[in-house]
């Protein structure tokens, strides 16, 4: 309710520029009108005076952010919460009260619910997304006392949303559909569904985000000679995500971080005369806005020492994402989906991270540097991959964006919620995909949400 002292949509832009209490007044407002509307009964979660005690005894900001209670890491949710609220790695000066403020929510969260299954027999709970301090206390009270739950969000594509059955809702997994399908190949309309997608995805007109702000090049020579790329020189491209975003942080494998995978590419190829090392920052810079920029923590690293064979390519060039999929010879990705986008195209991968698509069969997962640059030199050598992995590319691009993510009964414009498309939820069709979940949860719990149907005239009907 309005008491809340912090959590992950308030973050120091907000409480600049519009007060914490102004805009969370209003969040309350409107959600209290949604729950209204619905005729949903529902009660808030109490502050509660043993969270704001635990918080206040602690002697520093480090104490904070090593904080543990009932074994779960309060300290690591918070440091999450954190990147998100300043929108970079490094902390302001007053992040020691910021942090003491998001552990009290955290606590207060954990403690509440903790009540509600102590006191209840819940045969599930169900909750948004599963990280930050609002959710992330709740997934790990659940997994330390096998209590299943169901994570949901909004998905790439507009109208839809993603479920998951006991894992976070930013953690796109789905193995045991991907197992469960092993021996499911794409037939020729399913395979064309793909090709027609990528090419849509080109100007992300279908995306709830849309991070293209030109359209795909046509010449691409032009286009490495407009960014000062040496048409003569293979590509290395590694392509970042936003560097404060907590779906991402913390799933570094083969470096310590992606900052630390892009010095040492530029370190290792700055004498190579036929390898041009490009980065291509996230335009979700642009979108959501970073106090930290991986392009300008390249330029202070290296200052006059810039190697000439380096390309920096920032979300104001306006070079759209597939044009530099084209210029590249080898993609280097943390865990943006523009490795799987590379994969269907016959572009080798080489997955530095830990993400939803790797150990899929169709990019290189390297845990090392000595694994990661002898994976780009073979990439490099190739240049496309066998058609095999293409395949499964392919294949895993269909199951994700056609099975994993499911239509709702919702309407958005200019990316805002407009309202749903009904009046009751006894007026969707059987075939509706939320009431399909709801069958399924009364049934049992089943292992994901993911059907496939047996031909492609049955999920375009669906």
Same mark, same amino acid.
């Given at each position: 309710?309005?008491?809340?002292?912090?959590?992950?949509?308030?973050?120091?832009?907000?409480?600049?520029?519009?007060?914490?209490?102004?805009?969370?007044?209003?969040?309350?407002?409107?959600?209290?009108?949604?729950?209204?509307?619905?005729?949903?009964?529902?009660?808030?979660?109490?502050?509660?005076?043993?969270?704001?005690?635990?918080?206040?005894?602690?002697?520093?900001?480090?104490?904070?952010?090593?904080?543990?209670?009932?074994?779960?890491?309060?300290?690591?949710?918070?440091?999450?919460?954190?990147?998100?609220?300043?929108?970079?790695?490094?902390?302001?000066?007053?992040?020691?009260?910021?942090?003491?403020?998001?552990?009290?929510?955290?606590?207060?969260?954990?403690?509440?619910?903790?009540?509600?299954?102590?006191?209840?027999?819940?045969?599930?709970?169900?909750?948004?997304?599963?990280?930050?301090?609002?959710?992330?206390?709740?997934?790990?009270?659940?997994?330390?006392?096998?209590?299943?739950?169901?994570?949901?969000?909004?998905?790439?594509?507009?109208?839809?949303?993603?479920?998951?059955?006991?894992?976070?809702?930013?953690?796109?997994?789905?193995?045991?559909?991907?197992?469960?399908?092993?021996?499911?190949?794409?037939?020729?309309?399913?395979?064309?569904?793909?090709?027609?997608?990528?090419?849509?995805?080109?100007?992300?007109?279908?995306?709830?985000?849309?991070?293209?702000?030109?359209?795909?090049?046509?010449?691409?020579?032009?286009?490495?000679?407009?960014?000062?790329?040496?048409?003569?020189?293979?590509?290395?491209?590694?392509?970042?995500?936003?560097?404060?975003?907590?779906?991402?942080?913390?799933?570094?494998?083969?470096?310590?971080?992606?900052?630390?995978?892009?010095?040492?590419?530029?370190? +290792? &190829?700055? /004498?190579?005369?036929?390898?041009? $090392?490009? %980065?291509? =920052?996230?335009?979700?810079?642009?979108?959501?806005? *970073?106090?930290?920029?991986?392009?300008?923590?390249?330029?202070? +690293? &290296?200052? /006059?020492?810039?190697?000439?064979? $380096?390309? %920096?390519? =920032?979300?104001?060039?306006?070079?759209?994402?597939? *044009?530099?999929?084209?210029?590249?010879?080898?993609?280097?990705?943390?865990?943006?989906?523009?490795?799987?986008?590379?994969?269907?195209?016959?572009?080798?991968?080489?997955?530095?991270?830990?993400?939803?698509?790797?150990?899929?069969?169709?990019?290189?997962?390297?845990?090392?540097?000595?694994?990661?640059?002898?994976?780009?030199?073979?990439?490099?050598?190739?240049?496309?991959?066998?058609?095999?992995?293409?395949?499964?590319?392919?294949?895993?691009?269909?199951?994700?964006?056609?099975?994993?993510?499911?239509?709702?009964?919702?309407?958005?414009?200019?990316?805002?919620?407009?309202?749903?498309?009904?009046?009751?939820?006894?007026?969707?069709?059987?075939?509706?995909?939320?009431?399909?979940?709801?069958?399924?949860?009364?049934?049992?719990?089943?292992?994901?949400?993911?059907?496939?149907?047996?031909?492609?005239?049955?999920?375009?009907?669906?």
């Amino acid at each position: 309710d309005q008491s809340v002292p912090i959590n992950e949509v308030i973050t120091r832009e907000r409480e600049q520029a519009e007060g914490k209490d102004r805009f969370w007044r209003r969040s309350c407002s409107l959600g209290k009108r949604w729950l209204k509307a619905g005729r949903v009964e529902h009660q808030s979660i109490p502050l509660a005076p043993e969270a704001s005690a635990m918080a206040a005894s602690l002697s520093s900001l480090n104490e904070v952010l090593n904080f543990h209670y009932h074994d779960i890491d309060f300290g690591h949710i918070v440091a999450g919460t954190l990147y998100r609220y300043y929108k970079s790695l490094s902390f302001g000066d007053d992040a020691d009260s910021v942090a003491r403020r998001m552990l009290v929510t955290a606590l207060s969260n954990y403690l509440c619910v903790k009540q509600l299954c102590e006191k209840n027999s819940y045969r599930y709970v169900m909750f948004s997304h599963g990280i930050y301090i609002t959710w992330q206390p709740v997934v790990e009270y659940c997994r330390r006392n096998n209590i299943d739950y169901i994570c949901y969000d909004r998905a790439k594509t507009k109208d839809r949303g993603n479920f998951n059955v006991n894992q976070p809702s930013p953690d796109w997994s789905f193995d045991a559909a991907w197992k469960r399908f092993s021996d499911r190949k794409l037939n020729a309309t399913e395979r064309k569904q793909v090709i027609e997608y990528l090419g849509e995805r080109e100007l992300q007109k279908g995306d709830n985000y849309a991070y293209n702000f030109s359209a795909r090049a046509e010449d691409t020579t032009s286009e490495k000679q407009r960014l000062g790329i040496p048409v003569g020189r293979k590509c290395i491209t590694v392509f970042t995500n936003l560097i404060w975003d907590a779906a991402n942080v913390s799933r570094d494998i083969a470096f310590p971080k992606a900052l630390d995978c892009l010095i040492s590419t530029i370190e +290792h &190829f700055r /004498d190579r005369q036929d390898i041009q $090392v490009v %980065l291509r =920052s996230h335009p979700a810079e642009k979108i959501f806005g *970073t106090e930290q920029r991986y392009a300008s923590l390249i330029r202070k +690293h &290296f200052g /006059d020492g810039m190697p000439d064979n $380096v390309t %920096l390519i =920032s979300p104001e060039d306006n070079v759209n994402s597939f *044009t530099v999929i084209d210029m590249t010879d080898v993609g280097v990705v943390n865990t943006s989906t523009v490795g799987l986008e590379m994969a269907v195209m016959g572009k080798p991968v080489v997955l530095i991270s830990e993400t939803h698509y790797r150990n899929k069969g169709f990019t290189d997962d390297v845990t090392t540097p000595e694994e990661y640059f002898l994976a780009i030199e073979d990439g490099l050598q190739r240049t496309t991959i066998e058609p095999l992995r293409r395949a499964l590319a392919e294949k895993y691009f269909y199951m994700m964006m056609f099975l994993y993510q499911l239509h709702l009964p919702t309407r958005y414009q200019n990316n805002a919620f407009q309202g749903y498309c009904c009046q009751h939820f006894s007026e969707l069709s059987a075939t509706e995909p939320l009431v399909g979940i709801v069958k399924k949860l009364a049934d049992g719990l089943p292992a994901d949400f993911i059907e496939w149907p047996e031909s492609a005239a049955e999920i375009l009907a669906h």
